[in-house]
């Protein structure tokens, strides 16, 4: 059975940090360009950060760079976000997803598996 697991999330006070973990299982993450969306309250889900299979090449939101990190580890079949200098405006559950292809990183409908979500609070 193919699926993407997220771990990681919890309550952080502001300016503190997370690293969400997405480990796939049933397939090779190594093949597929991973990222993180996130869906806030009220608000549509957004491309946050993503890496790809081919190179490791990393893209960000302009909401997030400087403060997150994507890392991939293949031999563990996992994505990691490292998130620093968390704002209250990062609070919102997040998904990683999984795509064999594609030219816009945070086209939703270029990614054919998704993981249930991890919820990420910031606040004092």
């Known amino acids: 059975q193919v699926q993407l697991v997220e771990s990681g999330g919890g309550l952080v006070q502001p300016g503190g940090s997370l690293r969400l973990s997405c480990t796939g299982s049933?397939?090779?993450?190594?093949?597929?360009?991973i990222s993180w969306f996130r869906q806030a309250p009220g608000k549509e889900r957004e491309g946050v950060s993503s890496i790809t299979a081919s190179d490791g090449s990393t893209y960000y939101a302009d909401s997030v760079k400087g403060r997150f990190t994507i890392s991939r580890d293949n031999a563990k079949n996992t994505v990691y976000l490292q998130m620093n200098s968390l704002k209250p405006e990062d609070t919102a559950v997040y998904y990683c997803?999984?795509?064999?292809?594609?030219?816009?990183?945070?086209?939703?409908?270029?990614?054919?598996?998704w993981g249930q979500g991890t919820q990420v609070t910031v606040s004092s």
């Open positions: 049933g397939f090779n993450l190594g093949y597929y360009a």
């Open positions: 997803a999984a795509s064999d292809g594609g030219s816009r990183w945070s086209d939703q409908a270029e990614y054919g598996y």
